[in-house]
């Protein structure tokens, strides 16, 4: 199996991509529900919280885990990858979700000015900002935090005026921040279900970029590369969904982000 964890529903969008360009693989989706949101929670915290998670996935058979949370990806996948896998683990692997989409951005904008809209710990973090310098150091970067965002669609409140108000709001503080800012980075997993509320609100000339497309293309050709793992693959098309909180919570806040009814199943991760 594939692992996917996040700390809510938002890496439903990655795992809706990667199903779809990986329709043959068995994937597991755990998220950490009871926790969630995470995007203002401590390094420490969330390095806990995210580990936790990875032991969890790997102790039932997946081999690759793929943080499909900007921020558990931003505060604790290098410390994962390159002191706990060693010691729990040297044959699996994790990977997270900001750095594929950095190695891809400088081909979407002509004005080589970009904005990253995400939580306040991905903001925080300035991990997309370090990220960015290594591929593309040429280009110009400004971010936005913006903290109401992911309440309001995990509440289901997609058409609300407030969520209007606000990405209105965070829109507007980016873009002056640099007004030849021409690609527009989503760089938090539940902003793909306001794309549309973004279109309508942003200039015409302004791309939006989110990750869950750039994600699995890249996981298929890390697989591809990686044969190890690859062959450690459950193929039979089949998706199992976790939480931390109750089955009934997670499969009634999953029906925005998925469009066919799921089946939970509740687990326990705090040691």
Not at 176 to 202: E, M, S, W
Request: proline letters at 5%.
């Amino acid at each position: 199996m594939l692992g996917v964890f996040a700390s809510g529903f938002g890496g439903l969008t990655i795992l809706k991509a990667l199903a779809k360009v990986l329709p043959e693989y068995d994937f597991v989706y755990l998220g950490d529900n009871a926790r969630a949101p995470y995007g203002n929670r401590s390094f420490d915290s969330i390095y806990r919280y995210s580990l936790q998670a990875v032991n969890y996935l790997f102790s039932i058979g997946c081999p690759l885990v793929i943080l499909a949370c900007n921020t558990a990806s931003a505060k604790a996948l290098r410390t994962i990858q390159q002191i706990d896998l060693q010691k729990i683990a040297p044959d699996n692997r994790v990977l997270g979700i900001i750095r594929p989409l950095t190695e891809e951005i400088g081909k979407f904008t002509q004005t080589k000015c970009v904005g990253i809209l995400g939580t306040e710990g991905t903001i925080t973090s300035k991990s997309y900002l370090l990220e960015i310098a290594k591929f593309w150091p040429d280009l110009h970067i400004e971010q936005e935090a913006c903290p109401m965002l992911v309440p309001l669609v995990e509440n289901a409140l997609l058409e609300h005026p407030a969520t209007e108000m606000f990405v209105k709001e965070y829109t507007q503080k980016i873009l002056a921040k640099d007004p030849n800012i021409d690609t527009l980075v989503l760089g938090c997993t539940h902003y793909p279900l306001l794309q549309g509320l973004f279109l309508k609100i942003l200039p015409k000339n302004i791309k939006i970029v989110s990750q869950g497309g750039i994600i699995a293309q890249k996981t298929l050709e890390y697989l591809a590369k990686h044969k190890e793992i690859d062959a450690r693959m459950g193929k039979n098309g089949k998706i199992r969904f976790l939480t931390t909180d109750s089955p009934e919570f997670f499969e009634k806040g999953a029906k925005a982000f998925w469009n066919t009814q799921i089946k939970a199943e509740s687990i326990l991760l705090y040691s």
